[in-house]
Nanobody, 129 residues
Framework: QVQLVESGGGLVQPGGSLRLSCVASGFSLDHYGTRYDIGWFRQVPGNEREGVAAVSSSGGRWLLADDVKRRFIISRDNVKNTVYLQMDSLKPEDPALYYC??????????????????WGQGTQVTVSS
């Protein structure tokens, strides 16, 4: 059964840090011939899903949304079939339900949600003092 399971969300004060994990099961992130880019997205009620970060199948390329550059880092461990989102200097505008999603690897990374074909259930991030 194909699954993406996010974890690591929670409550943190402004300026704090969280590390989100996305564990893939039922498929390999980097199997020969079938490789997947992984993206992190976030959504607050009433808003569209917003792309935050994406990493290539090898982990050698990444793409970050402008408002999280220099604060968030995306990485992956293909041995563990896991992708991480390290979030530092969290701001009051960062709270959302954070999702990871997969996309068959392409030459260019993308933060467009419609290009991703499988999604996890999300993990909630709350920033509050």
């Amino acid at each position: 059964q194909v699954q993406l399971v996010e974890s690591g969300g929670g409550l943190v004060q402004p300026g704090g840090s969280l590390r989100l994990s996305c564990v893939a099961s039922g498929f390999s992130l980097d199997h020969y011939g079938t490789r997947y880019d992984i993206g992190w997205f976030r959504q607050v009620p009433g808003n569209e899903r917003e792309g935050v970060a994406a990493v290539s199948s090898s982990g050698g390329r990444w793409l970050l949304a402008d408002d999280v550059k220099r604060r968030f880092i995306i990485s992956r461990d293909n041995v563990k079939n896991t992708v991480y989102l390290q979030m530092d200097s969290l701001k009051p505008e960062d709270p959302a339900l954070y999702y990871c999603a997969r996309r068959r690897s392409e030459y260019s990374l993308s933060l467009r949600a419609e290009l991703y074909d499988f999604w996890g259930q999300g993990t909630q991030v709350t920033v509050s003092s």
